[in-house]
């Protein structure tokens, strides 16, 4: 029996649409219960695909080819739909990217919020709307009875994405999986909604798959992060350890290449095409 | 004469005002009376969050909007009002490169017309072959192969888009550009690469340059000096060594606690600014 | 500096006239559509060639034959005579001709003078936009069947009368959209870019803005065609259009509607024809616009 809460072993996947380029090569992950975990990449690195592939969200045209992914030691990959559709929203909860769309238009807030705790925890349309109350009320949203009687675009981007984290936990979820969400947001905003994924996090105990583009962001919120590039592992381990002595090459002109505030003449240094040249060997493309 | 290359003196826009019946549809006001100057040679950043009227403010220094009060100075001439056909001679000198390279590049056009076009337009170059001389030379600077000149905008990355833009406004021999946020969709490696690309090229060239960004910094990495934008407003300006290490304004404060640094850093998340 | 490698995605498509052929071709409703009206352009232009009798040959003594593969046939009449004993397959042939003549004339007439507003109102706004589109919106408010039929019956019956009818009241569908693409195309950066680079204007409509519409323009045409062939089969229906001794797919439909019980081939043969060819033009357009378009081909 496994202490995780998530092993994602040799996950393998090849997208159709790009005649059967691999978008995933033997990817493992773990996530432990309550343990925030950063997945971090540049864009095509598959930090998106692997998210889709644990919400059983994929495109048809991404194909699995090989490996499980098993939360609380049942392989989601074959898991009956029924089963999947129970897990889903239920244990398993998403924070998304664009929290303009993710939201229902033509819905008020708190039908939107209590609709999902009837379906999935069975509650009386009461029980539910005071239960939704009370989660905009945990996610730091001051005046929640205006907010319940809202429509999405009468709230900020940031106001829409706290109503977007206060679904994800409303559920009590063991795992969470936030798809970059705060790339949308100011960064004033981006800090109190990392700070709020954080505090209910810990609150809830649950555990996050974070995925960012941000070494920045991983470096402030997770415990531990797990680097790709172009659908493989290049770097995992906690955040200190990856940040303050990273193994690879990769990792380190990554580090490098990011502009800094407080370093005039950081992020000028792009990542030196022998390391592409070195990732590129490593992992056997061309 | 002015020593300063472009000067902005009381800007204001104010978008969406239309006549009508009833007194029409009230204007909304995007800036309130700002001031900028831009030395010739000199890189400056103009930083803000949505809604601080930072593009806005972009596009009134190059008169694509107009502006509903101050003036604008290019080279010691008022341009503020002057009509669309008298600004057409001085375009050449001021270029910009833009946010989004795959919007700005004309989707039905090769880039061989794209970069060659201006070019003849303004004649600096005779005739086709030397106007593709021109443009292979440029090509070459911004690490871009004479092959792609034959291709289509959708056939290129979005890294090697971002170096046409690039090149498109540096071919007009420009004394000025105006980059409005040119790597914020860019992932960290090919930024590293459009930055330091065009760190150089305003050396080489003299080029004054304008640089509009949400992230601070990205504006440490490339400006001289800063502007940081709120509501409409400057509320801070400086040298950048002065306003990024002893800010003065309690929101640069705010927006400078709030970028999140890759290092380990615990107390960071809960660490609160006063603004 | 350290050189960045260059990836530029192979060329895989290098002549680049062929790529777009074969794009069009790829697209199958382009592919189905497209060959439809081709074969029926082939037909009308071939049609005294093609059609193995006199349309207008009348044999009284062979009146309301059925067609070949019913019982009391007559060799050489493949889908039958009409009352006058005139051959139904020749007349279809021969009205497709005026079907095939309406459809291109009136649309690119319609497309001609609807694009040129739609751009200057999209283009230079204010005034210019204000006049046209204010004439669009009353224009739209009058139903379009009754102002055919009351223009055909003011200007006198005839092809021309047709073709200008359906170009007098549909330019405004072209202003409408084209007017709109312009304004959203108008948005995008590459515009500011033209104008920063200091094209004039002018020139940015008709180099820039312009070949953006096109495919959007190409499908709306061809969609117009549909329903120019729809709306002069309507107009020769109920008599208003070319002379009743000129056969017309309209004209058949009448006349097959006041014998449904005695010869139903009468009104079904036509029918089919009008069917096909509106649906072949609908489906050429959709196809065109995805095939032209090399954003959304991706």
Redesign the interface.
């Known amino acids: 029996m496994t202490e995780n809460l998530l092993t994602v072993a040799n996950l393998s996947a090849v997208s159709d649409r790009e005649d059967g380029v691999p978008v995933l090569r033997d990817v493992d992950l773990t996530l432990r219960p309550g343990e925030v975990r950063g997945l971090v990449g540049e864009s095509g690195a598959g930090k998106s695909t692997i998210a889709k592939a644990i919400l059983g969200i994929l495109p048809r045209t991404v194909r699995i080819t090989g490996g499980r992914i098993d939360f609380k030691g049942r392989d989601l990959l074959v898991m009956k739909p029924r089963d999947l559709r129970n897990i889903m929203g239920s244990e398993i909860a998403l924070i998304p990217q664009d929290p303009q769309t993710a939201l229902n238009p033509a819905r008020r807030i708190g039908f939107q919020l209590a609709d999902g705790l009837r379906l999935k925890r069975g509650m009386s349309a009461k029980i539910a709307e005071a239960r939704a109350l009370q989660l905009l009320a945990d996610v730091q949203i001051r005046d929640p009875d205006r907010i319940m009687k809202s429509y999405p675009h009468q709230l900020s981007g940031g106001m829409r994405q706290r109503v977007l984290i206060a679904a994800a936990f409303a559920v009590d979820p063991q795992l969470v999986v936030a798809d970059e969400p705060t790339t949308a947001l100011d960064v004033t905003v981006q800090k109190e909604i990392l700070r709020l994924i954080r505090r209910m996090q810990e609150a809830h105990g649950t555990g996050v798959l974070f995925v960012t583009h941000d070494l920045g962001i991983v470096a402030q919120i997770c415990d531990s992060v797990t680097l790709l590039y172009a659908g493989k592992v290049i770097e995992e381990g906690p955040v200190r350890d990856v940040l303050e002595t990273p193994q690879h090459n990769y990792t380190k002109a990554l580090i490098a290449a990011g502009p800094r505030y407080d370093r005039p003449d950081a992020g000028l240094e792009p990542v030196p095409e022998a390391v592409f040249r070195e990732l590129r060997q490593e992992i056997g493309i061309d | 004469m002015d020593e300063h290359l472009l000067t902005a003196t009381g800007i204001e826009v104010t978008y969406g005002k239309r006549p009508g019946l009833f007194g029409g549809k009230p204007a909304t006001p995007v800036l309130h009376g700002v001031d900028i100057r831009i030395g010739r040679g000199q890189t400056v950043g103009i930083v803000g969050?949505?809604g601080s009227g930072k593009t806005t403010l972009g596009?009134a220094l190059?008169r694509?909007v107009d502006v509903s009060a101050g003036s604008i100075a290019f080279d010691g001439k008022n341009i503020t009002h002057i009509p669309?056909a008298e600004?057409?001679?001085?375009?050449?000198r001021?270029?910009?490169i833009?946010?989004?390279p795959m919007?700005?590049?004309?989707?039905?056009?090769t880039i061989r017309r794209i970069l060659t076009?201006?070019l003849l337009?303004?004649e600096l170059a005779s005739d086709t072959a030397s106007a593709l001389e021109r443009v292979k030379t440029v090509l070459d600077r911004v690490?871009?192969?004479a092959?792609?000149l034959?291709?289509?905008p959708?056939?290129?990355?979005g890294g090697?888009r971002q170096r046409i833009?690039i090149a498109?406004a540096v071919l007009?021999q420009p004394d000025f550009v105006l980059a409005d946020e040119i790597v914020s969709g860019l992932?960290?490696?090919?930024?590293?690469?459009a930055?330091?690309l065009l760190?150089?090229l305003s050396r080489e060239l003299g080029l004054a340059m304008a640089f509009i960004s949400?992230?601070?910094?990205?504006?440490?990495?490339?400006c001289d000096y800063v502007y940081v934008l709120r509501l409409g407003r400057i509320v801070e300006e400086g040298p950048?060594?002065q306003v990024?290490g002893n800010p003065a304004a309690a929101y640069t404060r705010?927006?400078?606690?709030?970028?999140?640094?890759?290092?380990?850093?615990p107390g960071?998340?809960?660490r609160k600014s006063e603004? | 500096m350290a050189e960045p490698v260059i990836v530029i995605a192979p060329a895989t498509k290098p002549p680049r006239v062929p790529s777009q052929l074969r794009g069009l071709l790829a697209e199958q409703k382009v592919l189905f559509g497209g060959g439809f009206i081709l074969l029926l352009v082939v037909i009308a232009t071939l049609a005294p060639l093609i059609a193995p009798k006199d349309p207008l040959e009348q044999d009284l003594m062979l009146g309301s034959l059925p067609p070949a593969w019913l019982d009391g046939a007559e060799p050489g009449y493949y889908l039958g005579t009409d009352d006058l004993g005139r051959d139904i397959l020749s007349r279809l042939i021969y009205g497709s001709r005026i079907a095939l003549l309406v459809a291109f004339a009136s649309a690119s007439l319609a497309a001609l003078i609807g694009t040129v507003l739609g751009l200057l109102a999209g283009w230079y706004g204010g005034w210019t936009d204000r006049i046209i589109s204010r004439i669009v919106d009353i224009w739209m408010a009058f139903p379009p069947v009754l102002l055919s039929i009351l223009l055909v019956a003011v200007f006198g019956s005839g092809v021309h009368s047709v073709i200008a009818a359906i170009v007098i009241i549909d330019w405004t569908r072209f202003c409408r959209v084209v007017r709109a693409e312009t304004l959203a195309q108008a948005q995008l950066d590459y515009i500011t870019a033209a104008r920063t680079v200091g094209f004039p204007r002018f020139r940015i409509l008709t180099r820039e803005i312009f070949p953006n519409i096109v495919p959007v323009l190409i499908a709306l045409v061809s969609l117009e065609m549909g329903i120019a062939v729809v709306v002069e089969a309507i107009l020769s229906f109920v008599g208003l259009s070319v002379s009743s001794d000129t056969p017309t797919w309209g004209g058949m439909i009448a006349q097959g509607r006041q014998l449904i019980h005695h010869a139903w081939w009468l009104l079904v043969a036509p029918l089919i024809a009008l069917f096909a060819t509106v649906l072949a033009f609908n489906q050429l357009g959709g196809g065109l616009r995805r095939a032209l378009d090399p954003v959304l081909k991706r």
């Not at chain 2, 600004?87 to 050449?92: A, G, V």
């Not at chain 2, 919007?103 to 056009?109: D, F, Y």
């Not at chain 2, 992932?187 to 690469?193: L, N």
């Not at chain 2, 705010?254 to 850093?265: G, K, R």
Request: net charge negative; proline share 7%.
């Open positions: 969050e949505s596009r190059l694509l669309e600004i057409r001679p001085l375009r050449r001021m270029q910009m833009f946010q989004d919007a700005s590049l004309n989707p039905r056009h076009g201006p337009l303004h690490s871009l192969p092959a792609c034959d291709r289509y959708h056939e290129l990355s090697q833009g498109r007009m992932d960290v490696s090919t930024q590293a690469q930055l330091k760190k150089g949400h992230d601070l910094s990205v504006i440490r990495a490339i950048c060594e990024f705010a927006l400078l606690d709030a970028i999140p640094l890759p290092e380990y850093d960071w998340l809960e603004a």
